[in-house]
């Protein structure tokens, strides 16, 4: 079928397949570079995106147990990747922080990226189109979500794995995930 003729709806769900699988293998490729792998880096990630946060909260974001969270704390801390200190008001509670070097050098293993995308897309795009775009992916990241919230309340048939996603190398043609 070509293009002209087959539904938005099948092109725009193998677009979204296939930017994820570039996302994802962006990801695997910034993991590798930072000596961590993908739950370590997403957990880099939420803390980059926050001043501080709790082991729990962190175990809760990335749907870990607290001891795998803190297996991972400790690995990230070895890298001076974050800190760990005592709540000021609560002395039960730990506060993590991401360091200046973690931050100095995802940053700059990222900004060519950032740059040149964002030249690229404003180029492209107009303002009213981007705000369209923006929308898209905040609508559809909700809808993601409670299904992420959903799978996490199901029982495996299987043990879980601990330590982050192992992947070998980028998919094949963005193949579709289920």
Do not use: W
């Not at 070097?101 to 940053?107: D, G, Q």
């Amino acid at each position: 079928m070509s293009s002209e003729t087959e539904p938005v709806e099948s092109r725009l769900g193998r677009a979204v397949q296939a930017y994820q699988s570039a996302v994802d293998d962006f990801d695997r490729e910034l993991a590798r570079l930072m000596g961590v792998n993908e739950t370590d880096l997403r957990c880099l990630e939420i803390l980059m995106g926050t001043e501080e946060t709790t082991p729990r909260e962190l175990a809760t974001r990335l749907g870990l147990t607290t001891g795998s969270v803190t297996t991972m704390l400790d690995r990230l801390e070895k890298l001076d990747y974050l800190t760990r200190s005592p709540h000021p008001t609560d002395r039960r509670m730990t506060l993590v922080r991401v360091t200046p070097e973690a931050t100095r050098r995802a940053h700059g293993l990222m900004a060519p990226f950032l740059g040149d995308a964002g030249q690229q897309v404003t180029t492209r795009y107009d303002a009213e189109q981007l705000e369209l775009v923006a929308d898209f992916l905040t609508f559809t990241q909700e809808i993601q979500q409670r299904h992420v919230d959903r799978l996490r309340t199901m029982e495996s048939p299987r043990p879980g794995r601990t330590g982050g996603r192992q992947s070998p190398g980028p998919r094949a043609g963005g193949a579709a995930r289920s």
